[in-house]
């Protein structure tokens, strides 16, 4: 039988794992990586103020080497409802255990943060402003149901432009 300490060590010791998953592991300067989450229409009947249908978060190695010290260049799309989709470039940097990232043309901000070995969270942040710095902004509004999205690892050749 378990005493209490030793059933917390064994809690603990489950914890560990998703806890000690850095997100240098999801997203760094040498590896590309595809992220994604499309909702099922259930879903979205069920969170029928939710705008984002699709969205995606890549990073392709190439795109980040000219980049200054640890900071990556990433590429958020997202789709809304009857919408096309939107894309943009967001430079993210590392921040203790997450990435703190911004669009473009002081487009808006969010944090990346690690949800388990092949999910992370978008999170925090502002509204997002996508657009070419000197057109008209096409703003996805972070209301409640879209505050944050759990992305999904996926195979490369999903996140592909």
């Known amino acids: 039988m378990f005493t209490k300490t030793g059933l917390f060590g064994v809690i603990l010791l489950a914890a560990l794992p998703a806890a000690a998953q850095s997100i240098s592991q999801h997203f760094s300067k040498g590896s590309d990586s595809c992220y994604q989450r499309l909702y099922s229409a259930s879903h979205l009947a069920s969170h029928p103020v939710q ?21 990556l260049a990433l590429q958020l799309a997202v789709r ?26 002081d487009g808006g901000r969010f944090d990346v943060v690690v949800k388990n070995a092949g999910s992370i969270l978008i999170t925090g942040g502002s509204d997002l402003y996508f657009y070419d710095c000197d057109g008209k902004p096409r703003i996805l509004e972070r209301l409640p149901d879209d505050k944050v999205f759990m992305l999904h690892r996926q195979p490369l050749a999903s996140c592909r432009r």
């Not at 894309?87 to 911004?102: D, E, I, N, W």
């Open 51 to 71: 705008k984002v249908e699709a969205i995606q978060l890549s990073h392709v190695t190439t795109d980040s080497f000219s980049r200054p010290g640890t900071e």
């Open 80 to 105: 809304l409802r009857g919408s096309s989709t939107w894309q943009t470039p967001v430079a993210c940097s590392p921040r203790g255990s997450k990435l703190s990232c911004a669009l473009k043309c």
